[in-house]
Nanobody
Framework: QVQLVESGGGLVQAGGSLRLSCAASGRTFSTNGMGWCRQAQGKEREFVGA????????DYGDSVKGRFTISRDNAKNTVYLQMNSLKPEDTAVYYC??????????????WGQGTQVTVSS
């Protein structure tokens, strides 16, 4: 059974940093694109970032460019989201996602349960 489990969320003051992790299990994800989305209360789910299967390519939503960095460790089947210079508007539930196609970049076939990030002003 495929599982994506996010961790690292919490409460942080504006200007602070958090590092989210997404541990994948059930199959190897080393050949699949992975990424992060977020959903604030009352809003639609928003693209945060994506990383290609080999880590060679990354992409970010406009609202997080220059502040967030996505990375992956295929040996650990884990993808990370380093979030710096956090703002109150970054408050949301952050979801990890993965593609089922191989050698991919973006993909939304598998989802984690989400981790809450709250940024206080």
């Amino acid at each position: 059974q495929v599982q994506l489990v996010e961790s690292g969320g919490g409460l942080v003051q504006a200007g602070g940093s958090l590092r989210l992790s997404c541990a994948a299990s059930g199959r190897t994800f080393s050949t699949n694109g992975m990424g992060w989305c977020r959903q604030a209360q009352g809003k639609e789910r928003e693209f945060v970032g994506a990383i290609s299967w080999n880590g060679a390519y990354t992409d970010y939503g406009d609202s997080v460019k220059g502040r967030f960095t996505i990375s992956r460790d295929n040996a650990k089947n884990t993808v990370y989201l380093q979030m710096n210079s956090l703002k109150p508007e970054d408050t949301a539930v952050y979801y990890c996602n993965a593609d089922e196609a191989t050698m991919s970049f973006y993909g939304y076939d598998d989802w984690g349960q989400g981790t809450q990030v709250t940024v206080s002003s």
